[in-house]
């Protein structure tokens, strides 16, 4: 595999000659940015206009996208996404200060002591807690915190970083993909085809429980497989925290707090948690009393272990904006969405998880993918003779498989390069679990049309 920026550089080439293929096509949107079912109609793409000249598409004509838009749509798509860009490169600042104070290798080691090293009994509580953080608040971005420490606390088992990150990366993506009460999808999704939000929670519970049994088998597979996991000494230091360590990480249990409460309770943004990540470090540098040249030294070094991660989020958004300013978007949806149309009641529900897979690709947000897909999939659904709850249940099936895999989600990309893991590397470790998720998916929502769900 190429290095991800190579990569991604490809797959900008890609979106951009996508735009020369795809004929441009728009829905009518809804004051609130919905989309209204049965407005699909045709853009007129002038071909000539845009070749060398960049030219921004209107309601009466598209134009794909320049040659120049390889590299034009990179400093766009930083823009784009910006406050994400910053808040992961503080993320990173305020672990370098954490570092400096000594408090993350005495936490881990007293965790380590208490648990007797024991990985059969760690991934699973921290998996299941993990997890649950995603399927019940819609917790994903603040779980780029938790990496760092994982990683750190496999390297104390002598485990790889991809099991590291493999241990969040998983959990938290299996929580999206199975939603119990995660707002973020439901929110949006449910009251478009006509059923109360949150309702059909059990169910999900249900597809929670056992892919989370599935995904915590197989990372428990991986590390029983590594060489070094019989090695890891049985007797680990159990010295009591010093007073500044203890001090120190209950400043951190307070920020996990506070990034949990201003996310859910008062709808803070990245800007917002950026913040919130500036203020950890300068607590955690008072608290452990490293003094501020040390602490300064340990963000703008914690700060550079990001910048990666940081890249790949705005190359992610360019692939995006180049496929929306060329307006072939909603044509890709309106192709697909007639793929099912008129279909078998299982055979609709099923296209449907693959469709939404399809769109991830193209618009890896959450919110994003409901306000397109659901208006036009909803009235199918009802159609073919689905129940709103198994619509709803494909969308968040195909949403969250996708997301597991595909090089345009900056997230994904974010956890990696925060984990130090190649996506070639994940590629080869995730994609037998992947297979089987989607299997369980398939056969999960045919149970779903079966007791009409």
């Not at 009460?181 to 059990?202: K, Y």
Request: net charge positive; with cysteine.
């Amino acid at each position: 595999m190429p290095h991800a920026v190579v990569m991604m550089l490809c797959i900008i080439v890609a979106a951009v000659v996508l735009t020369w293929i795809i004929p441009s096509g728009r829905y009518e949107r809804s004051p609130d940015g919905l989309v209204v079912p049965g407005t699909y109609h045709a853009v007129p793409k002038d071909y000539g206009a845009s070749l060398w000249h960049p030219r921004r598409s209107t309601a009466a004509v598209a134009y794909p996208a320049s040659p120049v838009a390889v590299v034009a749509s990179i400093p766009a798509g930083m823009v784009s996404a910006a406050a994400l860009i910053f808040m992961i490169l503080f993320i990173g600042g305020m672990f370098g200060v954490l570092q400096e104070t000594g408090a993350l290798a005495a936490g881990i080691e007293r965790l380590l002591a208490a648990t007797r090293g024991n990985v059969v009994a760690l991934v699973p509580l921290l998996m299941i807690a993990l997890s649950a953080g995603s399927t019940f608040l819609g917790l994903i971005s603040e779980y780029l915190i938790v990496i760092p420490l994982v990683v750190a606390l496999a390297h104390r088992l002598r485990l790889d970083a991809l099991f590291a990150t493999a241990l969040v990366t998983v959990a938290a993506k299996i929580g999206y993909m199975t939603s119990v009460t995660n707002p973020l999808p439901l929110v949006i999704a449910q009251p478009i085809v006509g059923v109360p939000v949150f309702s059909g929670a059990a169910f999900r519970l249900v597809t929670w429980l056992a892919y989370l049994a599935l995904g915590t088998w197989f990372v428990l597979r991986y590390a029983r497989r590594q060489a070094g996991a019989e090695a890891v000494p049985a007797v680990f230091s159990s010295a009591a925290l010093a007073g500044r360590h203890v001090a120190i990480l209950l400043v951190l249990l307070a920020t996990i707090a506070l990034l949990v409460y201003g996310a859910q309770a008062r709808g803070w943004g990245h800007l917002e948690l950026g913040a919130v990540y500036i203020l950890a470090a300068m607590l955690i540098g008072a608290v452990g009393r490293i003094g501020s040249r040390a602490a300064a030294h340990g963000f703008l070094e914690g700060m550079k272990t990001m910048v990666l991660a940081a890249v790949l989020v705005g190359l992610a958004r360019a692939v995006e904006l180049i496929l929306r300013d060329a307006v072939v978007l909603d044509s890709i949806v309106a192709f697909l969405a007639q793929g099912v149309a008129g279909r078998p009641r299982i055979v609709v529900a099923q296209g449907m998880v693959f469709i939404q897979m399809l769109i991830d690709v193209l618009i890896p947000s959450t919110s994003g993918q409901a306000a397109v897909t659901m208006p036009i999939l909803g009235p199918i659904g009802q159609l073919g003779g689905l129940t709103g709850q198994v619509t709803v249940q494909a969308f968040i099936f195909g949403n969250g498989l996708t997301n597991v895999v595909t090089p345009t989600s900056g997230m994904l990309l974010a956890y990696l390069a925060t984990g130090g893991v190649s996506y070639g590397a994940w590629i080869r470790f995730v994609w037998p679990l992947l297979v089987g998720l989607v299997a369980c998916s398939l056969a999960f929502v045919s149970l779903a049309v079966v007791i009409g769900h």
